[in-house]
């Protein structure tokens, strides 16, 4: 079964940066769409960026547009969520999200989170 791993999570301060890693097992990764996603305490889950496994092409929202990259890295089965001058606003727990192309990333296979902090 496929099983996501965060990892890379923690606090820093405004205009830092963290890198998060998303180690997948369990399944063949060329026919997902991997996610990143967010919740901030009090608030919905919301998308933070995507990339298509096997084509490699990338979509954000544009609050993380020319802040956050997110890359995979096949040998290693592994997604990243690179992220830059990040802001107070930042600051939530990251979801990793694995869904096939066209399905509803709600019912995609989810990891555990990983907390970032991001002080003022």
């Known amino acids: 079964q496929v099983q996501l791993v965060e990892s890379g999570g923690g606090l820093v301060q405004a205009g830092g940066s963290l890198s998060l890693s998303c180690a997948a097992s369990?399944?063949?990764?060329?026919?997902?769409?991997m996610g990143w996603f967010r919740q901030a305490p009090g608030k919905e889950r919301e998308f933070v960026a995507s990339?298509?496994?096997?084509?490699?092409?990338?979509y954000y929202t544009n609050p993380v547009k020319g802040r956050f990259t997110i890359t995979r890295d096949s040998a290693k089965n592994t997604v990243y969520l690179q992220m830059t001058s990040l802001k107070p606003e930042d600051t939530a727990v990251y979801y990793c999200?694995?869904?096939?192309?066209?399905?509803?990333?709600?019912?995609?296979?989810w990891g555990q989170g990983t907390q970032v902090t991001v002080s003022s």
């Open positions: 999200n694995a869904a096939k192309p066209n399905s509803d990333p709600l019912f995609g296979h």
């Open positions: 990339i298509n496994w096997s084509e490699g092409n990338t």
């Open positions: 369990g399944g063949t990764f060329n026919n997902y769409i």
